[in-house]
């Protein structure tokens, strides 16, 4: 069983629609849980991340990490072509290497 | 801010010869991480270094992976012999602090072996 869970689409939606997006993990010691986009042939960028439970809003975007679930999510609101993009879930312990272990990443595609 | 320099961007070997990668992390970043990332998938750890001394390399194959980070600056990841398997992205990342709340990754070099 894999650390980080993500289901890899693709996901097709129409201009404006919202996207929710998600992961589940296994590792109970994840504290610290990220999103990054990552456009074609380009290294990941971090859009946001939250630490532990709960929600954080960014303009259009909202993360939300459930850990009684082992469960996070990314919101988008009216999507935007500029969206399309891969979307990596990641995230790291607070304790040991404290490495950033990835998701498979989803593939979003915003059609105009 | 200068972003992590990746060289080269491209790189076609044959099977069984070596290759090498070179990172030059963000000034000031302590954590510095390599990344192999295969078409289609999320991007695999396979070493993490803490200034100049490893932290994780558990994902490293290390009977034909190699990397250092010099003076816990710039680091290089060699590949020697290549097998076809090894064709992926590779990534480099730095961090400031381990804990990696925010990683910067380079461009990534893409290796083709044939």
């Known amino acids: 069983q894999k650390e980080v869970e993500q289901d890899p689409g693709p996901l097709s939606v129409p201009e404006g629609a919202i996207v929710s997006l998600n992961c589940t993990y296994s590792?109970?010691?994840?504290?610290?849980f990220m999103w990054y986009r990552q456009y074609s042939r380009k290294g990941p960028e971090l859009l946001m991340y939250?630490?532990?439970?709960g929600n954080k809003e960014d303009g259009r975007f909202t993360a939300q990490v459930d850990k009684s679930s082992k469960y996070i999510s990314l919101f988008i609101r009216d999507s935007q072509p500029s969206d399309s993009a891969t979307y990596l879930c990641a995230m790291s312990a607070l304790v040991g290497a404290q490495k950033l272990v990835f998701g498979q990443g989803t593939r979003l595609t915003i059609n105009p | 801010e200068a972003g992590v320099a990746q060289s080269p961007r491209y790189k076609i070997i044959e099977k069984r010869q070596s290759v090498a990668f070179w990172c030059n992390p963000i000034s000031g970043h302590a954590t510095l991480y390599w990344y192999q990332q295969i078409l289609g998938q999320g991007p695999k750890l396979l070493i993490q270094f803490q200034n100049n001394g490893v932290v994780d390399d558990s994902q490293l194959p290390k009977d034909r992976f190699s990397a250092e980070r010099l003076k816990g600056v710039d680091s290089t990841l060699k590949i020697q012999p290549a097998k076809l398997e090894d064709s992926a992205v590779y990534l480099c990342?730095?961090?400031?602090?381990?804990?990696?709340?925010?990683?910067?990754f380079g461009q990534g070099t893409r290796l083709t072996v044939v």
């Open positions: 590792n109970s010691a994840f504290q610290y």
């Open positions: 990342a730095s961090s400031l602090v381990r804990g990696a709340t925010e990683a910067f």
């Open positions: 939250t630490y532990s439970s």
